[in-house]
Every structure is written in C-alpha cells, then in structure tokens.
C-alpha cells in the first residue's frame, strides 16, 4: 500500500506545481476528518485509502487542469503501481461524480465515475469543501456553483453526497 511519503512523492515526480501539492493536502486533511466521524458512526471506512486517495486525487493535473485530469491521473498513478482502490479515488473525485452520459458530454472515455465505496465518496466530498487550499463550507460551495452556471442536477447531487458522508452537513 502506498504511504503518505510516497503518495507526496509522486506528485513531485509527475510535475505537480506546489499550489496543487497542497491543495492536495488540504483535501487528504478534510476528508481524513470526514472519514474519522464515519468510523465514529460505525461505518466501515479505510482511513489509509481515504488519507492516499486524498493526497492523489488530483494527480492528473500534473499534465492538464480540464475534466480529463482524472483519467490522466489514474494512468499515471498506475505507472506508479498505485493500487485499484486509490485508483478509483482518482477516477470518481470530480464534483459528486459523473454519470456515463455526463462523461460522453465531457468527452471522457465511456465509463461511469459515479463513486460507490465510502472512502470514493469521501474523497470526492472533500474536494468540494476545499478551494485553492481553503476549506470552505458547503453552502459557499453552493453560491459558487450557482454562479458557475452549475445546473441543479449537478448541484443536487453534490448536496445529497455532502449529507451522506459528512454528520455535521
């Protein structure tokens, strides 16, 4: 299982520019707290996998900061023997996920990046409450969505994921 160390590692040796790096952190940091109230309530959450997925959930943007920067990111952490649970961390962080039709509209290769598991959902949470590398509140991520022309489809979703996996949401 790849470590905190190595995880940071990678995002060096891809490229990452140091604004991502921390942005990075930030989100491993939030989704870390976010997963520690999940196991507070019983739920079964792999805190390693959300703490990697987390540090490497943004990887792709070594190469491009568009909506592909996941699917970029998941090969170049396969280069780097990252094992499939993180992988599908990277794949599925975008917003609350993507649906297969959304992906084909984005020009995504034809999946779904919905996520599934605790720690895919927790990760792409965390990604939502962190901007740069500030933390913000699901309410101001709202305001940003609205007036980013987000549609309510996109923004619901967002907002049912955001109560399921955070307590305090």
Same mark, same amino acid.
């Given at each position: #299982?790849?470590?905190?160390? =190595?995880?940071?590692?990678?995002?060096? +040796? =891809?490229?990452?520019?140091?604004?991502? &790096?921390?942005?990075?952190?930030?989100?491993? %940091? *939030?989704?870390?707290?976010?997963?520690?109230?999940?196991?507070? *309530?019983?739920?079964?959450?792999?805190?390693?996998?959300?703490?990697?997925?987390?540090?490497?959930? %943004?990887?792709?943007?070594?190469? /491009?900061? +568009? #909506?592909?920067?996941?699917?970029?990111?998941?090969?170049?952490?396969?280069?780097?023997?990252?094992?499939?649970?993180?992988? $599908?961390?990277?794949?599925?962080?975008?917003?609350?996920? &993507?649906?297969?039709?959304?992906?084909?509209?984005?020009?995504?290769?034809? %999946?779904?990046?919905?996520?599934?598991?605790? $720690?895919?959902? &927790?990760?792409?949470?965390?990604? /939502?409450? @962190?901007?740069?590398?500030?933390?913000?509140?699901? =309410?101001?991520? /709202? !305001? &940003?969505?609205?007036?980013?022309?987000?549609?309510?489809?996109?923004? =619901?979703?967002? /907002? !049912?994921?955001?109560?399921? @996996?955070?307590?305090?949401?």
């Amino acid at each position: #299982m790849t470590s905190r160390e =190595e995880a940071l590692q990678i995002l060096k +040796d =891809e490229g990452c520019e140091d604004k991502v &790096i921390q942005h990075c952190i930030t989100v491993a %940091d *939030k989704a870390m707290e976010i997963a520690k109230k999940n196991v507070a *309530k019983g739920r079964d959450v792999d805190l390693h996998l959300v703490e990697i997925g987390g540090l490497l959930h %943004d990887l792709g943007r070594a190469k /491009n900061h +568009d #909506m592909t920067h996941a699917v970029v990111g998941v090969e170049l952490a396969k280069k780097h023997g990252v094992e499939k649970p993180v992988l $599908e961390i990277i794949k599925k962080h975008i917003g609350a996920g &993507i649906t297969r039709e959304e992906a084909a509209y984005f020009g995504l290769p034809d %999946d779904d990046y919905i996520p599934r598991t605790w $720690e895919e959902k &927790i990760v792409a949470h965390a990604d /939502n409450l @962190v901007k740069g590398t500030k933390v913000i509140t699901l =309410e101001k991520r /709202n !305001k &940003i969505l609205t007036e980013t022309g987000a549609d309510e489809e996109i923004r =619901e979703r967002i /907002n !049912k994921l955001a109560h399921e @996996v955070d307590p305090d949401e």
